[in-house]
């Protein structure tokens, strides 16, 4: 334990015993038929429990906050070694993104190398549709305290079970689009008023199917989404590289995103990637879908779910006072 944090342990127990003798004194001072000095014992409880509170979740942020920027350190050094070993190569277009002579891969280079400072937890089935999200425990908190949290979720598909665990578990709004159907997949049954569904996809302009993300934030009065999932079959380069120039700040807290390399040039795919990185999108979680390898024609495995933090914002993850590096 460092120095910081043992000095503050000590703080917050030497609170606690004060607040105990004080309680102890006003119980031995104080007859139970004075319900106004009562009120005044609650009064000083209450304080003692909210000094107490206070403190922890200090030390808890604080603890987040080092753990975010040694988070932040590490990617960066990552982001470092990359350019170094690209350099070592003529060019992006001569790089071999399947598989040069050291046998480095494309998922090799954008390895998750950002950390998730709480728990990490997959929602959804095992296979296609399930989504890793960070903190999740954050969000069922809200089912209790019935703090309001907004899910945009792009791409259902008929597979929903990412939908349906977020809407059992937590008090989050859901909004889902996806033009390729007309209902939720099969896991959700209804989904009451927290479930709004749309067939409608996700475009860089507003056409007779498509809508841009400003667009439907604004129709539904929102100004910033908690959870965004987003599977689009190859779409999603143009949408992101379209964010990249519309907002300062990405208005989400966490991306959960499948990409599909194929619809790329490894030039293009590289530099859309850092531009990524850019806007403060750090990837903690990644898993690689190899269905399209099991298929007789054994296509190469250019499809990877990606899970990021954006670190340019405070927000459930992010508390205020971290330090992003680029």
């Not at 494309?106 to 998730?116: E, G, I, M, S, V």
């Not at 907004?150 to 059992?168: D, H, M, P």
């Not at 889902?176 to 927290?194: E, F, L, N, P």
């Amino acid at each position: 334990m460092k120095e910081t944090d043992t000095r503050l342990l000590i703080i917050v127990l030497a609170m606690s015993f004060a607040c105990i003798v004080v309680l102890r004194q006003s119980h031995s001072h104080v007859g139970h038929e004075d319900s106004a000095s009562f009120r005044l014992e609650d009064i000083a409880e209450e304080n003692c429990n909210n000094f107490l509170v206070d403190r922890m979740k200090h030390s808890s942020q604080s603890s987040i906050l080092k753990r975010l920027q040694l988070s932040e350190k590490n990617w960066h050094d990552a982001v470092i070694l990359r350019h170094e070993y690209m350099a070592t190569k003529n060019n992006l277009d001569e790089f071999k993104p399947w598989g040069d002579t050291g046998f480095t891969v494309l998922w090799n280079l954008f390895a998750p190398t950002f950390d998730c400072p709480y728990m990490k937890k997959r929602i959804g089935s095992i296979g296609d549709g399930g989504k890793w999200l960070c903190g999740f425990e954050l969000l069922e908190e809200s089912k209790t305290t019935k703090a309001p949290c907004v899910v945009y979720s792009f791409g259902v598909n008929r597979e929903s079970s990412f939908e349906a665990e977020i809407l059992e578990k937590t008090n989050c709004d859901v909004f889902a689009y996806d033009m390729t159907v007309r209902r939720m997949g099969q896991q959700i049954s209804g989904g009451g008023t927290k479930l709004r569904f749309k067939s409608v996809g996700l475009g860089v302009n507003n056409t007779h199917n498509l809508r841009t993300l400003e667009t439907l934030m604004a129709e539904n009065g929102h100004v910033w989404i908690d959870v965004l999932k987003i599977d689009i079959e190859g779409a999603e380069f143009a949408t992101l590289e379209s964010w990249f120039d519309s907002y300062n700040v990405l208005p989400f807290g966490q991306l959960q995103l499948e990409i599909h390399s194929h619809r790329l040039s490894f030039p293009d795919f590289y530099n859309w990637w850092e531009r990524l990185e850019s806007k403060g999108l750090r990837a903690f979680s990644s898993e690689i879908n190899l269905y399209p390898c099991i298929s007789p024609k054994g296509y190469r495995p250019d499809l990877m779910e990606y899970s990021f933090i954006n670190v340019h914002i405070s927000n459930i993850i992010v508390p205020t006072g971290f330090r992003p590096k680029i």
